[in-house]
């Protein structure tokens, strides 16, 4: 396996080993799933994420998050430290408006700076959830022309 650079952050907090640590490995592209999920097992954290070029070209990145366990859909602090990350890494010097493609779909983060931090808030990513109907399955078919068999 090819080395891969990382970063280390403490999410939440402005004070070194305190907060939430976070692993952001860099340049992920070529890593499949297994082999993310063995890095995250490694590093041991609550959350890893891995940063892959993004599929639509006016967004910033794609990242995966993975726990020592399975892959996350999504995750509040692991899109704060890769949304700094990110941000501090970038020509335009640490602040500015972007968007993330994580598994739930696009996230849009902004990111700004004051008193020497960063700081990064993003719009809450929200799962699609089903419609409970109080419906009778035998009156929706009377509607659609359908006897009980069909």
Known sequence: MKTR??????????ERLAGN???VVLDSK????????AIAREF???????????DNPKH??????????YEMPFAGHPTVGAAIALAELAEEG???????????GPVRCAVSK???NTFAEFD???????????ADPEAIGAALGLTPHE
């Open 21 to 23: 640590p976070l692993a």
């Open 60 to 69: 910033k990145n794609r990242i995966r998050i993975f726990t020592p366990d």
């Open 124 to 134: 809450l990513a929200k799962l699609p959830e089903p419609l409970k109907l109080d």
């Open 94 to 104: 640490g602040a500015g408006i972007f968007v993330l493609e994580e598994n739930i």
């Open 5 to 14: 650079n990382y970063l280390l952050y403490d999410v939440f907090t402005t």
């Open 44 to 54: 041991n954290l609550s959350e890893s994420v891995f940063v892959l070029p993004p």
């Open 30 to 37: 070529g890593l499949d799933t297994a082999a993310m999920q």
């Open 114 to 116: 004051h008193d020497g």
